[in-house]
Nanobody, 123 residues
Framework: VQLQASGGGLVQAGGCLRLSCAASGRTFSGYVMGWFRQHPGKEREFVGSISWNSGRTYYEDSVRGRFTISRDNAKNTVYLQMDSLEPEDTAVYYC?????????????????WGQGTQVTVSS
């Protein structure tokens, strides 16, 4: 199983970016796909997740209403649309996967991880 995250970059505050997480090696029916981020010098934190089957989503409070997670079954890809970006959103963003019927916010629960992609928001 491989997860490939991409789409990071430099953007001004108020701007937007869309991250992608391309999954390969299996189908992800029955999985929860999560997005995490890690600020410099801090631990990785939960951003949001999506149920692959239902498409239902769950978000951390600080990004709810600004970030949107979606998936494309045909492409086996999950997206993180980030709008109204703030300098505080600057971090390395990771995608992860876990076979589960429930949303998972704990990093250690996820079985598969992609490499990070850097997002930098300038003020």
């Amino acid at each position: 199983v491989q997860l490939q995250a991409s789409g990071g970059g430099l953007v001004q505050a108020g701007g937007c970016l869309r991250l992608s997480c391309a999954a390969s090696g299996r189908t992800f029916s029955g999985y929860v796909m999560g997005w995490f981020r890690q600020h410099p010098g801090k631990e990785r934190e939960f951003v949001g997740s999506i149920s692959w089957n239902s498409g239902r989503t769950y978000y951390e409070d600080s990004v709810r209403g600004r970030f949107t997670i979606s998936r494309d079954n045909a492409k086996n890809t999950v997206y993180l649309q980030m709008d109204s970006l703030e300098p505080e959103d600057t971090a390395v963003y990771y995608c992860a996967a876990k076979r589960s019927d429930y949303f998972i916010t704990v990093e250690d629960e996820y079985a598969y991880w992609g490499q990070g992609t850097q997002v930098t928001v300038s003020s």
